[in-house]
């Protein structure tokens, strides 16, 4: 089973920064098979970037994801109040679609 | 619309069982894989089990013997039948579509039913 750790657990940040969170694999995803969520309270997630790179419908563009292998990120260019969230990353390489802890993401 | 409503929730006994249901619309449903995913309270999401297309099934090490999935292409609903309930299966559960027929990587998601196994 590929376990996905996240950091930092919490990110403290101003409006209109910049926000760059981790994941990391136990094991190489060669598929590039990694999706970020983002979940509010109340709400279920909400998928943001599959594909390591692609966005999902109606994502804005300041959110990005990247990388390859063991080592993935997610960037939010520019924080809006909207975006003070967590953020999971999930991995679908093997049809089970184990999921990282999480990263909050709050106004500093 | 595209739309997963679960239902079936509430509270069971350790031991006990019960079925949670997925009624989607607003797309063609055999065309998607479908996933249960749950959330302990203060918790990450914990991916459940999948059911593709075409029926294939994967399940979580933690329900695999207790839990089953299955789905009705007619009826356009996936429902996960679960058995030997514990108390650490008490979490809001969500149905969500997977991206293709056989990806794990969901696009919708339903509001969530809430199962709670105490005594």
């Known amino acids: 089973e590929i376990v996905l750790t996240q950091s930092p657990g919490t990110l403290s940040l101003s409006p209109g920064e910049r926000a760059t969170l981790s994941c990391r694999a136990s094991q190489s995803i060669i598929t590039y098979s990694l999706a970020w969520y983002q979940q509010k309270p109340g709400q279920a997630p909400r998928l943001l970037i599959f594909?390591?790179?692609s966005k999902a419908t109606g994502v804005p563009d300041r959110f990005s994801g990247s990388g390859s292998g063991t080592d993935f990120t997610l960037t939010i260019n520019g924080l809006e109040p909207e975006d003070f969230a967590v953020y999971y990353c999930?991995?679908?390489?093997?049809?089970?679609?184990?999921f990282g802890q999480g990263t909050k993401v709050e106004i500093k | 619309e595209v739309q997963l409503v679960e239902s079936g929730g509430g509270l069971a006994q350790p031991g006990g069982s019960m079925r949670l249901s997925c009624a989607a619309s607003?797309?063609?449903?055999?065309?998607?894989?479908m996933n249960w995913v749950r959330q302990a309270p203060g918790k990450g999401p914990e991916w459940v089990s999948h059911i593709d297309g075409s029926g294939k099934i994967y399940y979580a090490d933690s329900v695999k013997g207790r839990f089953t999935i299955s789905r009705d292409n007619v009826k356009n609903s996936v429902s996960l039948q679960m058995n030997s309930l514990r108390d650490e299966d008490t979490a809001t559960y969500y149905c969500?579509?997977?991206?293709?027929?056989?990806?794990?990587?969901?696009?919708?998601w339903g509001q969530g039913t809430t199962v709670t196994v105490s005594s």
């Open positions: 969500a579509r997977g991206k293709t027929a056989t990806s794990a990587c969901m696009d919708v």
């Open positions: 607003g797309f063609t449903f055999s065309s998607y894989s």
């Open positions: 999930q991995q679908y390489d093997t049809s089970r679609g184990t």
């Open positions: 594909g390591t790179f």
